[in-house]
């Protein structure tokens, strides 16, 4: 199993930014996806999943200001950040969650500044 995620780069503070992760290779179809970011000097932290029947859940720090959505079909997560804060800046990194593990894709760097 490979994920592929894209779609990061810099964006002023409070403007938007949409990524998304791809997997690919034997995949369960019963799964959970989602995104986890590090930024730098701290802890990988949730951010958001959402399993395959479309059940969503996010960290309070991201609350109304990202979603999360998936194409079963093409096996791919999207992560749709609006208003985004300098506090968002990390890498974030996908991961496909089944009952033979987790899968890890490798990250795209997200910066938020002016």
């Known amino acids: 199993v490979q994920l592929q995620a894209s779609g990061g780069g810099l964006v002023q503070p409070g403007g938007s930014l949409r990524l998304s992760c791809a997997a690919s290779?034997?995949?369960?179809?019963?799964?959970?996806m989602g995104w986890y970011r590090q930024a730098p000097g701290k802890q990988r932290e949730y951010v958001a999943t959402?399993?395959?029947?479309?059940?969503?859940k996010y960290a309070d720090s991201v609350k109304g200001r990202f979603t999360i959505s998936r194409d079963n079909a093409k096996n791919t997560v999207y992560l749709q950040m609006n208003s985004l804060k300098p506090e968002d800046t990390a890498v974030y990194y996908c991961?496909?969650?089944?009952?033979?593990?987790?899968?890890w894709g490798k990250g795209t760097q997200v910066t938020v500044s002016s």
């Open positions: 991961i496909l969650r089944t009952d033979r593990g987790d899968y």
């Open positions: 290779g034997s995949i369960s179809r019963i799964n959970t």
């Open positions: 959402i399993t395959n029947g479309g059940f969503t």
